[in-house]
C-alpha cells in the first residue's frame, strides 16, 4: 500500500484533470467529425470512440463519487492528512496509468458496457468528456474537506467491491490519461491537424 499527503495527492490529481482539459481542447476540440471518427483499422478505436468510452465511465463514477463526498459533507467526516491507498485501488489506478515513456502496463480488452459504437456524434462526445472534467475538478475540491480515505465508492463491473474515494479518483484519473493518451496516438498517426478557415 502507498501513503500519500492527502493535499498532494488531491492537487496533482486536479492538475492531470486540467492537461486532460487542456489536451481534449486544443487537440481534438478543433478536429473535424469525419477525423475523430477515423478508425486506424476496424478493431482500433478512433479518438471519439476513445472520449465515448471515458464518458460511459464518467456516467458511473462521477455520480458515485459526488454521492461519497456527499455524504462526508453531511456527516461531518473530516479531512485526514494522510491517505494511504488500497492494496487493490493502488493496483486498479497503476495498472491503468501510462507509464513515462507512453507505455501502458497492463493492456485490456473493454468489457461490453464500455464498448463505444464505431459512429459517434463526435461533438457531443467532446462536448461531455469536457462536461464531466469540468465535474471531477468541482468534486477534486470538495473531496479536500473530506475523508477520502473512509469514504466508499463501489466499482462498475462488481458492485460489492467497494474502493475508497481517493483510489476511485486515482483510478478514474488514470484510466482517462491512459485512453486521452491512445487517442492522441491516432491522431498523430493519421497526422491530423485542426482545420484553419482562411477569411477573405
Known amino acids: 500500500m502507498r501513503t500519500f499527503q492527502t493535499d498532494e495527492l488531491l492537487d496533482q490529481l486536479t492538475k492531470d484533470t486540467q492537461t486532460l482539459i487542456q489536451t481534449v481542447t486544443d487537440t481534438f476540440r478543433p478536429l473535424t467529425d ?7 483499422t476496424p478493431d482500433r478505436w478512433s479518438i ?21 463526498i456527499a455524504n462526508g459533507e453531511e456527516n461531518g ?12 485501488g493502488n493496483y486498479f489506478a497503476n495498472s491503468m496509468r501510462p507509464r513515462a515513456n507512453g507505455s501502458i502496463a497492463l493492456k485490456m480488452k473493454a468489457v461490453k458496457a464500455h464498448t463505444p459504437a464505431p459512429k459517434q456524434n463526435a461533438s457531443a462526445v467532446l462536448d461531455l468528456f469536457l462536461e464531466q472534467q469540468e465535474a471531477i475538478l468541482e468534486l477534486l475540491d470538495r473531496a479536500k474537506r473530506v475523508n477520502i480515505q473512509h469514504l466508499r465508492v463501489p466499482i462498475s463491473i462488481a458492485k460489492l467491491i467497494r474502493l475508497s474515494a481517493g483510489d476511485t479518483f486515482r483510478f478514474l484519473i488514470a484510466h482517462e490519461q491512459r485512453h486521452v493518451l491512445q487517442a492522441s496516438r491516432v491522431a498523430a498517426e493519421w497526422n491530423l491537424r485542426p482545420k484553419i478557415s482562411v477569411k477573405s
Not at 469525419?34 to 486506424?40: G, T, V
Not at 471519439?48 to 461519497?68: F, K, R, T, W
Not at 467526516?77 to 487493490?88: D, E, Q, R, V, Y
Open 34 to 40: 469525419a477525423d475523430l471518427n477515423r478508425q486506424p
Open 48 to 68: 471519439a470512440q476513445c472520449l465515448e468510452h471515458l464518458n460511459s465511465y464518467g456516467h458511473y463514477y462521477i455520480p458515485m463519487l459526488e454521492a461519497a
Open 77 to 88: 467526516i473530516p479531512a485526514a492528512p494522510t491517505f494511504k491507498s488500497g492494496w487493490l
